[in-house]
T-cell receptor, first 117, second 115 residues
């Protein structure tokens, strides 16, 4: 069965520190997709990245970077030089095909990041 | 490009009352999703539409929840009658393609409080 685990419930860092948010997933499929979303206090989930299971290249976008390791079923997210505006809840999500042919989208429980000035 | 619109943003009702939420997806997006997000948890998929047909409603409590997407555009989610445990944020999302491996774009949500 699919499962997404974000073991860190809440992390607090001081501005300019680097921080890594962990995401571990379980899937029986070889084809799947992983996502990260940011949910600021306003409540709207903001898409950050989508990665398919065949692309293990790490990705960097500005201060954000993602490390995908199939060997450990992890898709971790690092924010470099954190800023107060990075304070939000971050969700990791997994999408894989069900036996019925549809795709199931499963979210983790989220990690609340607090960046202190 | 306009994002996903939802209304109302907030709703407070008594238990056993009815409530309805509305969602307008991004123009041209074939797939629409309704999620329930209870405080402190990740979003849980309630129902997924592809155009105006239901793809997955396995987690929708059908005894009290219903949803429709007429004409394959706007959608409404209804709860009748509401229970205390229905207090949550109801999120609508849409994606361009017809499978949920596509990126989903979310609306601001409707925060429901059931007293």
């Amino acid at each position: 069965a699919q499962k997404v685990t974000q073991a860190q419930t809440e992390i607090s860092v001081v501005e300019k520190e680097d921080v890594t948010l962990d995401c571990v997933y379980e899937t029986r499929d070889t084809t799947y997709y992983l996502f990260w979303y940011k949910q600021p206090p306003s409540g709207e989930l903001v898409f950050l990245i989508r990665r398919n299971s065949f692309d293990e290249q790490n990705e960097i976008s500005g201060r954000y970077s993602w490390n995908f390791q199939k060997s450990t079923s992890s898709f971790n997210f690092t924010i470099t030089a954190s800023q107060v505006v990075d304070s939000a809840v971050y969700f990791c999500a997994l999408s894989e095909a069900e036996s019925s042919g549809t795709y199931k989208y499963i979210f983790g429980t989220g990690t609340r990041l607090k960046v202190l000035a | 490009e306009a994002g996903v619109a939802q209304s109302p943003r907030y709703k407070i009702i008594e238990k056993r009352q009815s409530v309805a939420f509305w969602c307008n997806p991004i123009s041209g997006h074939a797939t629409l999703y309704w999620y329930q997000q209870i405080l402190g948890q990740g979003p849980k998929l309630l129902i997924q539409f592809q155009n105006n047909g239901v793809v997955d409603d396995s987690q929708l409590p059908k005894d009290r929840f219903s949803a429709e997407r007429l004409k394959g555009v706007d959608s409404t989610l209804k709860i009748q009658p509401a229970k205390l445990e229905d207090s949550a944020v109801y999120l609508c999302a849409s994606s361009h393609g017809q499978v949920s491996t596509d990126t989903q774009y979310f609306g601001p949500g409707t925060r429901l409080t059931v007293l």
